[in-house]
């Protein structure tokens, strides 16, 4: 026997932690930012067969400002890399970040030295999605991995303190690969 018994019906018990992982996982908005051959696969998502609106994204945003998810689409060139910074500093907080496709988790079959390899050398990635290209269904899946990922964070101090250990991880992390000039 619990207090839901003695409460009439239409009561809702939660904690504020609950609630906010809810709304917040209920309402991403995630940044245009589409590299390569992966970027077709996220607009394909958004169309309508896929519809990335039942999810409450619907509107791909172009300003950074506006967003909270970035899905880094495709392979980050060396010359890329300080852009990708750039934009995941100036997104609001709370953010997170997709790494769609091989290329963008790996640097993918691009082992060379104009492609950085992963891009959780540059931002801290949340979610990996694998494949080349991979599947809208797959970029859903990701995507309600990252729901439920979100609806589980802690709130105030304690997200903040777990973002910032998670970012110092990712940029102390040593390269998959070191390269040494253009012979090995």
Not at 27 to 37: D, I, K, N, V, Y
Not at 68 to 93: C, F, H, N, T, W
Not at 171 to 182: N, R
Request: glycine share 8%.
């Amino acid at each position: 026997m619990g207090i839901e018994e003695k409460l009439p019906s239409g009561f809702l018990l939660t904690s504020v932690e609950v609630l906010a992982g809810y709304m917040r996982k209920s309402s991403l908005w995630p940044a245009t930012f589409g590299l390569a051959c992966c970027a077709i696969e996220m607009m394909t998502t958004g169309g309508p067969k896929y519809d990335l609106a039942r999810f409450g994204m619907e509107v791909f945003r172009a300003s950074p400002r506006q967003a909270d998810l970035m899905i880094v689409a495709g392979r980050v060139s060396q010359k890329m890399a300080p852009v990708v910074r750039q934009i995941y500093d100036q997104m609001v907080e709370p953010k997170w970040v997709l790494a769609m496709g091989v290329c963008a988790s790996s640097g993918g079959m691009f082992n060379n030295y104009a492609i950085v390899q992963g891009v959780d050398h540059i931002v801290p990635v949340d979610v990996y999605l694998p494949g080349c290209p991979p599947r809208p269904e797959m970029l859903i899946n990701a995507i309600l991995t990252l729901h439920e990922e979100i609806a589980k964070a802690p709130l105030g101090v304690n997200r903040t303190a777990a973002a910032k250990a998670a970012e110092a991880a990712a940029l102390a992390a040593i390269p998959t690969s070191q390269m040494k000039g253009l012979l090995r």
